[in-house]
């Protein structure tokens, strides 16, 4: 089936250690994104691609980096540098192919102690 | 992209139409209405979109105002599953460019027995 998937679904880390979230789509999407939910808030951009090897800052990219080498990969790594990390994180994607409707995975729960 | 105001909460009897409203008066010509719903720990679900004519596809139906200022998602026949949070987007589809979405904090639906 066609769709977003992401992993972990649960991570923990220690603070100050650095940690990739993986995502993967096989849906032949141009355009991937990252948001962070916090609980009870909704969701805000971290950073978004429009195309491979491109990548752009949203509205809280500080203490995160991504990458676009591959069409379905976009991993997020959370830095050290990330003053609240824990939350949950969706990656999503959008394209032609679904009439540029922006679909999301089920997301990663991270917990950092 | 123009922001949205939804009401924080709203109860429904189940089997009763849903009907939620969000208004978006500085919507511009070439921006879209989306529905996404999210239930607790899981990444949003895309429910419908319009431009300006009204709407209506497996999961709901959507109605924009002639001035397209506001607009409501109606769920004809409620049921528990859809208690979960609704947003309302608007989104503007530039060709050529990753559009993202802005979320608010919703309305959260509770449906009821």
């Known amino acids: 089936d066609g769709g977003i998937t992401q992993s972990p679904k649960y991570l923990f880390r220690k603070e100050g250690q650095n940690v990739t979230l993986s995502c993967e789509q096989n849906?032949?999407?141009?355009?991937m994104y990252w948001y962070r939910q916090d609980p009870g808030q909704g969701l805000r951009l971290i950073y978004y691609?429009?195309?491979?090897?491109?990548?752009q800052k949203g509205d809280i990219a500080e203490g995160y980096s991504v990458s676009r080498e591959k069409k379905e990969s976009f991993p997020l790594t959370v830095t050290s540098a990330q003053k609240n990390p824990t939350a949950f994180y969706l990656c999503?994607?959008?394209?032609?192919?679904?009439?540029?409707?922006?679909?999301f995975g089920e997301g990663s729960w991270l917990t950092v102690v | 992209d123009a922001k949205t105001t939804q009401p924080p909460s709203m109860d429904c009897a189940e089997g009763r139409a849903a009907n939620l409203p969000c208004n978006h008066s500085?919507?511009?010509?070439?921006?879209?209405v989306y529905w996404y719903r999210q239930i607790h720990s899981q990444g949003p679900q895309y429910i419908i979109h319009?431009?300006?004519n009204n709407e209506t596809n497996e999961m709901a139906s959507l109605i924009i105002t002639e001035d397209r200022k506001s607009s409501t998602l109606i769920l004809p026949h409620a049921t528990l599953r859809d208690t979960a949070v609704y947003y309302c987007?608007?989104?503007?589809?530039?060709?050529?460019?990753?559009?993202?979405?802005?979320f608010g904090t919703g309305t959260r639906l509770q449906v009821t027995l």
């Open positions: 999503a994607s959008s394209g032609p192919s679904s009439g540029n409707t922006i679909y």
């Open positions: 849906l032949n999407h141009d355009a």
């Open positions: 691609s429009q195309i491979v090897n491109d990548f």
């Open positions: 500085t919507i511009s010509g070439n921006e879209y």
């Open positions: 319009g431009l300006k």
């Open positions: 987007i608007v989104r503007g589809l530039n060709t050529g460019t990753a559009s993202k979405l802005t």
